[in-house]
């Protein structure tokens, strides 16, 4: 079994470039956040700034932007987003991402249907998580489930899961041709041409509420700065990981909050920077 | 009278399971927070995620939500929670707190009244503390009254009560079938079955307003990560007092804020964590 | 002309009782905040909150509760307060202060005078101040004009007062029968009784909107502290400034912000306190 | 090509006057922040008051209050900013800055022709660049376009502009009379006596949506406290590079948010000034 090692990162972390200006990493847009679960957007937008994204908008209800603001004043919002669906000038964007802070409805599957449509990357996670076919498309598609939303995704068994995870993701992305991040303990990245990395960072302080959260907005940060779209999604989960456990060098695992996760950042990634 | 020690704390605080995922630490329900005492939802939400819960949702006045996202976006919303009393889906959460933030009335009585039909563990404090009988139930309710509360919900003399806290609150315990964590200089907590505890840690910076919801949070969230909810109740007394014993050692006793016990937590309880 | 040295203020700081409890240190309420200028309130409410209060209240319009909480959850807030004036239960308050982020207008006068009824300590500010007279009555009243203010409700000419501010001070102190904190540079306290401190500590970097709010809370959160109220008004003003002198330790003078003070406080004020 | 150098800024910042009080540095009012660009307003506002004002009042739609008051409780607001365009007291005010978070539209064009109608300095950046000629005044109008405004502004070929930034900036000035901040790697500032200065600071941390909100507030705020203000414009250019450069020291540049440029200008500008 492959792991993306220390190493791997290293190796492959993008230098910022020194003549870039904010257009040269693009715009993200992450379309999250509800009014009993906005913070979801809050966490993916805040791990997005920090992962070397140029600009980031959000498409959500107009309730949660003052939630994103206060703590976010970077961000700015799509007016209207879910009228202006079948409207948006995708040429602008450069990543998508959708379903954190999101049920499973149809307005969700209809932000996904339009994401799915266009030629851009687009991450799925949470209440945009549901058993369906893909297209080809030009982008990866790439789906963050947790293991119970990966059953719900695929059909699988439970116990063919649990039993190997490595193999159950694999052959869902083989069959789909969409990139899977079965996320738990030493999560999963099975890509659809059968590559298959399993994580080594992380650790317990990650079972709790909003970290995956906080993993999407990484992925959608990283997928703008990197010029490899795998390279993006495995040190996004790498790093997700690596902050986590440099929270437990001096901290109880009970006690982290998702959102240090992304405070924790601009000094774990230097690390692993060259010098 | 029997101390909860240090020697205490280190043996029965978690580990942290390295396979756990956020369900296994379970869902806390807190009902807290109203129009002119938000804050009280807030302070308490903050310390039940600093404190090993998985997830937190809060059942409160929809007023009250955007302050708790403000300073938590970890946490999420039970919709209409009042209209919805008599049809939540208990069986989703693992432990349940009512009072902070919550004035003594029927609205804050009829949500006491549900969680105390369920059968899980129940928490309660301020608003929700009144003199009342409790039925056998097949897990513990905890009540946490300073000694104002506990003279109004005994029906003790004051007197009694100044002159043996510890046999008040044992008796008190003994009568009505539950726990009693009768707080002060010197928490004593009592268990229905007669064991007695006095806390030994926390200092005068904590008589200021809001260190009561800190604690009922803190209870709410070791219920969760604990197994034994003995072990959970007095390690989260201990705990909260020794944040405060950190606080005072570089900082004025006067100046302490409620909300900073939980920043402080993630430190304190590292150092009862065995290697 | 006598100075409020490092010596009085170790000497007169109060130590915090071991034994206390929230009640021990009193309810401080103050009124302050409006429409477009809400900040005043969470200023004074800060920097009081961390002044050794047992319970703060503030009196304010509803729109400004969400800032406050957004910055101090653990304040709470008099319903409906304009219109319960006459009708608030000041027996059960310790300190009442008014002004910070108030027009000088009627409603504001309202609230002075209602105030002024009472037997509590009175700390007037900012749109607070205003020409009048006032009553004998059992506890202190405190102004704490800046220069501008200060000619403003003296009707004492410019030059008067730029020449010998003391003495300015202490004429209007001996006239009206309250105690004035002539803000600036070496600020003056007055007191009706003819003594007169001059304050040592602050600089230039508290030349800023928002300070002055600051110095009210801390004004009335000692209040709540100290027996000695004279004491309480000298060492409010001389630790507000030694947290200005703290910050350019490290930082430009040019930088600093209101609520920093009282971020700085907690260590300040413990290097004060004796062993 | 003359480089504004670290000798320079240590020659000409300002010693903030041990007498001074908040009207001694003055008023700055900018005008910023829309509906679904809020956050520029909050960027703007936390510079400016890092950068040596005396006091900032925000023209901004309501809507916009509750986002500067959450993170700057410091700040106030004008009453209908709008609505009183033409009737603002600007004899009250020190200097003016409007454009962040703002659209180019006809609203935004109204505020602009209604400040450079005054006597005071004009700060313009993002929705208030418009192509247009400028009257002759007392007080210097700045313009700091990036690249893609500044083509938009000037009508100049984008290869004439990329070719030779300094000469396209110089040739800008000259013609317009007013004086052009043209960002990005190594920011030019052109004045329109022929003068122009290179900046040497700053790096692709600063490639992120928000930093150039950010300078607008930091020029803003400088040019309250200098008394030279072509120095107040360099030494703001330089020391916001200067503290994205201090950033990367320890983090990442992929992680820097434009707001953290405020928070380390403190420590940051302390460096440069003269002991
Ligand atoms: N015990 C664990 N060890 C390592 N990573 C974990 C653990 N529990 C949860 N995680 C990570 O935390 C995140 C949880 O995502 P979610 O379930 O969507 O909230 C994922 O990135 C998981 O990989
Ligand atoms: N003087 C004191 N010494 C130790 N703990 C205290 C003291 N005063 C208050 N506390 C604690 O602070 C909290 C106050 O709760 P409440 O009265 O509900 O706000 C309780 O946990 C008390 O045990
Ligand atoms: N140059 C200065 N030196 C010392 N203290 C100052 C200076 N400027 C302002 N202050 C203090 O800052 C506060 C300003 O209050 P206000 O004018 O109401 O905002 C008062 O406490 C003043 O004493
Ligand atoms: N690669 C870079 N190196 C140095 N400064 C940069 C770089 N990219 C952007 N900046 C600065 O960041 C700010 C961006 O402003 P704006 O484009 O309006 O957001 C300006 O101050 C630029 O000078
Ligand atoms: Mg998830
Ligand atoms: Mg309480
Ligand atoms: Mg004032
Ligand atoms: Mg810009």
């Not at 598609?141 to 059953?151: A, Q």
């Not at 590559?195 to 940060?221: H, Q, R, V």
Request: aromatic content about 8%; charged content about 25%.
């Amino acid at each position: 079994m492959k792991k993306w090692s220390k190493e791997n990162v290293v190796d492959t972390l993008p230098v910022r470039k020194s003549d870039a200006h904010k257009g040269t990493y693009g715009t993200a847009l992450i379309a999250a956040g509800s009014r009993f679960m906005p913070g979801a957007a809050v966490l993916s937008a805040i791990a997005c700034m920090r992962s070397g994204v140029g600009k980031l908008e959000m498409g959500t209800e107009e309730s949660v932007i003052p939630y994103v603001i206060q703590h976010l004043p970077e961000t700015t919002f799509v007016p209207g987003f879910y009228e202006r669906l079948n409207d948006l000038p995708f040429n602008h964007y450069t990543v998508l991402a959708a379903g954190p802070g999101r049920e499973e409805n149809d307005e969700t599957e209809k932000v996904v249907q339009t994401f799915l449509s266009t030629d851009l990357p687009v991450v799925l996670d949470a209440g945009a998580l549901r058993e369906r076919t893909y297209q080809k498309r030009k982008s990866p598609v790439i789906l963050t489930p947790h293991p119970g939303e990966f059953i719900r995704i695929s059909s699988f068994d439970k116990e063919k899961v649990e039993q190997d995870r490595q193999a159950a993701a694999a052959e869902f992305a083989a069959q789909t041709g969409v990139t899977v991040v079965l996320k738990g303990k030493e999560t999963i990245t099975a890509f659809p041409d059968g590559e298959t990395y399993m994580n080594t960072t992380g650790n317990s302080s990650l079972s709790k509420g909003g970290t995956g959260d906080t993993l999407t907005g990484m992925i959608t940060g990283m997928l703008c700065c990197h010029d490899d779209w795998k390279h993006a999604i495995l040190n996004a989960v790498y790093l997700h990981g690596a902050c986590a456990d440099h929270w437990i060098k001096t901290r109880s695992p009970h006690t982290m909050l998702a959102s240090e996760l992304s405070e924790l950042l601009p000094e774990v990634w230097k690390k692993y920077e060259q010098k």
